[in-house]
């Protein structure tokens, strides 16, 4: 929503409207990360992994090394790129700017947490299913 909010704007100036869209995305964003930290910490993808196995085979293992270390970091590089264009919006520039840079830095992160997600048709995602 936040996306497409400032999308279309153009020129049109920065409406609290679009805060409130930026702000909504970066508290569901914190949210997920909380969730998704819990689950690092006390699933058995996450830490418990390291502590049962040297990294070298995590790192050779391409499920373990997704869930362990790359769905971890691209999702935490997602959130911060979410922050940045939060930030964005908060400066004291051009609506025009301000519309383009928050677009920028949310599709960024939507790309990137697109590609930490273990989807079915991946290899890290074979045999999760859809639900």
Known sequence: ?????????GNKPFTKGHATAGLLLMICCDINLLIGLVQWFTGTFGLK???QMPMGDIMKAPVYRFFAVE???GMIVAIALVHV??????????DATKHRKTVLFYVI?????????PWPFREVGQGRGWF
């Not at 264009?85 to 051009?94: D, L, R, T, V, Y």
């Open 71 to 73: 769905h971890l970091l």
């Open 1 to 9: 929503m936040a996306i497409f909010k400032s999308l279309g704007a």
């Open 49 to 51: 992994l390291f502590q």
């Open 85 to 94: 264009g939060k930030s964005f919006a908060k400066k004291n520039i051009p």
């Open 109 to 117: 992160s939507f790309i990137i947490m697109l590609a930490s997600i």
